[in-house]
């Protein structure tokens, strides 16, 4: 695992986002709001939490306190929780920018829900955890917006490499 490569799935991760936003913006407000009974429910609430996940997990990548939880409920309007979103993204990629293979190498402890006592794990792989998670909640979000008669896409990384012209040249 190297810089490089976080670098990379984080252009995507946040590439096939800004993907989904576009969708969204093209729906409704009723629509963005509008409960859906799987998972984090309505699409305000999804993309709420990949903020608020996104956040969490890199206050522990940052060294600092976790931020408070955000409810979907104080975000009324598709343009509040965009607002947050691209605040959050300048954010975490400007510290992905600027990460170096220490942090990688880096034990932080975490205390999961599921576990009685904090977790020991690598940078690396919070990383790779806040984009994998991601890749499912856009699987999600995805057959949400197909529903609602909105615009979906590939979301593979291969298919990413291969539009942005990243793979191997021949």
Excluded: C
């Amino acid at each position: 695992m190297d810089v490089e490569i976080i670098h990379t799935i984080y252009d995507y991760h946040y590439q096939r986002l800004r993907e989904i936003w576009a969708s969204i913006m093209q729906l409704s407000e009723e629509q963005f709001v509008q409960d859906v009974p799987y998972s984090m429910g309505s699409l305000r609430n999804h993309m709420v939490h990949l903020v608020d996940d996104d956040l969490s997990w890199f206050s522990l990548l940052e060294g600092k306190d976790r931020p408070q939880h955000m409810a979907p409920e104080y975000f009324a309007t598709r343009a509040e929780v965009r607002h947050k979103y691209d605040s959050t993204e300048a954010h975490i990629l400007d510290f992905v920018r600027n990460i170096d293979e220490a942090i990688l190498r880096k034990e932080f402890a975490w205390h999961a829900p599921v576990a009685s006592t904090p977790q020991r794990v690598m940078g690396w792989q919070v990383f790779l955890h806040v984009v994998n998670h991601g890749t499912d909640h856009r699987g999600q979000i995805l057959r949400i917006l197909h529903d609602f008669g909105a615009p979906s896409f590939d979301q593979d990384l291969m298919g990413y490499w291969v539009q942005t012209g990243k793979t191997v040249a021949q």
